[in-house]
């Protein structure tokens, strides 16, 4: 079992930055790749970034490529999110999720979520 906690959501206005944080506690974090994914209003949860468990590894959704950065410090159990150059459509509830069973950008494969964290980017 893992568990997940989110935190670091808030107000920012466009084009401005902010970090999002996930700790996970349970199983032995560095042995699973972990997953952002986000779920806009009126919209189905989607995509954004994963990391592989040794964090060589990434993936980004073309929308965020170049002003996302995923990240892992294995140490301290936790994955973040860095986003620069957020817009409007940024806006949405950012979920972590963790240990995928296939592809890591798929929604399909994780089994593991934290409660989510609120996005908001004002134009």
């Known amino acids: 079992q893992v568990q997940l906690v989110e935190s670091g959501g808030g107000l920012v206005q466009a084009g401005g930055s902010l970090r999002v944080s996930c700790e996970a506690s349970g199983r032995t974090f560095s042995s699973y790749p972990m997953g952002w994914f986000r779920q806009a209003p009126g919209k189905e949860r989607e995509f954004v970034v994963a990391?592989?468990?040794?964090?060589?590894?990434?993936f980004y959704a073309d929308s965020v490529k170049g002003r996302f950065t995923i990240s892992r410090d294995n140490a301290k159990n936790t994955v973040y999110l860095q986003m620069n150059s957020l817009k409007p459509e940024d806006t949405a509830v950012y979920y972590c999720a963790a240990d995928p069973s296939g592809r890591l950008w798929d929604i399909r494969n994780y089994d593991y979520w934290g409660q989510g964290t609120q996005v908001t980017v004002s134009s």
């Open positions: 990391i592989s468990w040794t964090g060589t590894t990434t």
